[in-house]
């Protein structure tokens, strides 16, 4: 495999859906409608800058170079999180309520923060930063994927939908990575999901993603709010009904709602369905610190 290509695809893949995402979080789909976003805009940050989504994806992948060591994650976490380490900005922006009062905790040595394993606490932020895992787990065993999944999620998000959740999108990821079309994909995992080392009191809440065809659901239903499912459920359909990476991203913005972690999840599916030169050049020339993102993939790649 050509790891080079594949990790350089996922991490501009995600960081360029979250930039394309940061200026318009939160405006309605009416809004977009009226207002679509075509091309990265300037806010009241530079072109081309990312959010937390894509900086604490940089922080795994920068932490996986030396193995998985789930403590060093942690590190690379708080680093994030106190000094802006992998930031676009140079400081945390964008963190979530949840992710916040974790990482916070877990500066104060407290590991167990109650609120994580509330069932309100399953926003999208367990998914967000988790992709560069699949060049780690792949080639593992089913009950080890799921077990070092878990491990990663749990750092901020702890109810089991956040954590079935984080396991669908890993091991949808890898079946795009070993080359199955974004419908295979889809097909095994209404096959074979949820894995069996997982408890499934809450697999109801997926029934859109396993039992229908998300294909045929018009945009209307189509939820963007923050919660995890929603986030999924709209980056799948993303994937499912474009035909290339822009298409995927620039329709997962312009939902509305969540827009750079919508964006982010579906960049990351798409460009390792669609691969790194399916990405718009001129995207990858003005994303902040692409050289930095281009030397993180080199260093991963060879790690591995």
Known sequence: MNYDYEIKSLLFG??????????VENKTRKYLKNYPIINYIEDNRPLGTYSDDSALSFCLAESLINGYDIEDIKEKMLKWFEKGYWSATGEAFGIGKLTKISLYDLS????YTEEKYSIKANGNGSIMRIAPLIFHLKDKPTNIRTDKILRVVMITHGHM????????YIEFLIQLIKNKTSKEAYKYMQENFPPAPVRNEYIDEFKCLLNEDIIDLSETEIKTSGYVIDTLEASIWCLLTTNNYKEAVLKAVNLGGDTDTTASVTGALASLLYGFNNIPKEWVEKLARNKDIEDLAIR?????
């Open 14 to 23: 995600l960081a360029i859906g979250d930039a394309l995402g940061v200026p």
């Open 108 to 111: 104060q040595g407290n590991e």
């Open 161 to 168: 939908i956040s954590k079935l959740a984080s396991i669908y």
């Open 300 to 304: 991963f790649s060879n790690s591995l």
